[in-house]
């Protein structure tokens, strides 16, 4: 079985663009983007184990080991250009797969990174614990957002999401990236909700110093999910214009990290 959910494959594509999800999350969430990405590019949504493709399998309880199954898992797809992105500890993941394709010398075109503060970020910020108690950690997810209203009334998947949640979040915070590393040197965008207390805009601002190519820091209205339900289709495109431009740029000097407003419509590229 593919380690992959592509909701319409693409032969010979132009661009793979794969998107990587949230703590708990699986794949299906963000099956959404195919309905708006170009159509010749082909969509990879990876399952990490333990949910969606791999729900028989054990969860992974660190970052490095969820690196290392991605990369292996990626190794046959990299025929085409590769764009990267992640939310929340997707974006961890994907930051940290950029840097290791570099290392076997397929540094994908782009990288985007969303809800998550930068590793050298070290401001005021919200965490979330994963040693508390059920109820209270449900609360902490509701308040989130993103959530399913009735999943109390299934027991067995409430119990499965809650030992995710605890894994992921347990991963998130056993990360500790090397102090002094090299920037990637790949065209970056961070997107951020305006009242995201968990990824604050001054802490996805941080994540300019993760490249040194162009950054770009795009802001939402909205939460720590700022980009579910109606707000997606326009999400989706700003991301599409985002790689678009990265792919046009990439030989071009770094720019002062700008802040680009995001609404209803695709920012400026």
């Not at 065209?187 to 601002?205: L, Q, S, Y």
């Amino acid at each position: 079985m593919s380690a992959f959910l592509r909701p319409r494959p693409v032969p010979d594509p132009d661009l793979r663009l794969v998107a990587f999800h949230h703590a708990g999350g699986s794949s299906s969430a963000y099956f959404p983007l195919s309905r708006g990405i170009p159509q010749e590019w082909d969509l990879l949504l990876p399952d990490l184990p333990g949910r969606g493709r791999r729900h028989r399998d054990e969860p992974l309880r660190d970052i490095p080991a969820m690196v290392a199954r991605v990369v292996e898992d990626l190794r046959d797809w990299a025929d085409a250009p590769l764009a990267l992105f992640g939310h929340s500890l997707g974006a961890v993941v994907a930051a940290e797969t950029a840097r290791a394709l570099g290392v076997h010398g397929v540094a994908p075109v782009w990288l985007g990174v969303s809800g998550r503060p930068a590793p050298g970020y070290r401001g005021p910020k919200a965490t979330l614990p994963y040693d508390v108690s059920d109820d209270e950690m449900l609360r902490h997810l509701f308040a989130l957002g993103g959530m399913p209203d009735r999943i109390h009334e299934v027991p067995e998947f409430r119990a499965q999401l809650l030992r995710l949640v605890r894994a992921d979040l347990g991963a998130l915070a056993g990360y500790a990236p090397p102090g002094v590393r090299p920037p990637l040197a790949v065209p970056m965008t961070a997107f951020g909700g305006t009242e995201d207390d968990w990824a604050p805009p001054p802490a996805m601002a941080a994540w300019a110093g993760e490249t040194s190519a162009p950054f770009r820091r795009l802001l939402f209205p909205g939460g720590h999910f700022h980009f579910l339900g109606a707000a997606f289709g326009s999400f989706t495109a700003a991301l599409v214009a985002e790689v678009r431009a990265a792919t046009r740029s990439t030989s071009r000097s770094r720019p002062t990290p700008g802040v680009v407003a995001a609404g209803a419509a695709s920012p400026p590229v």
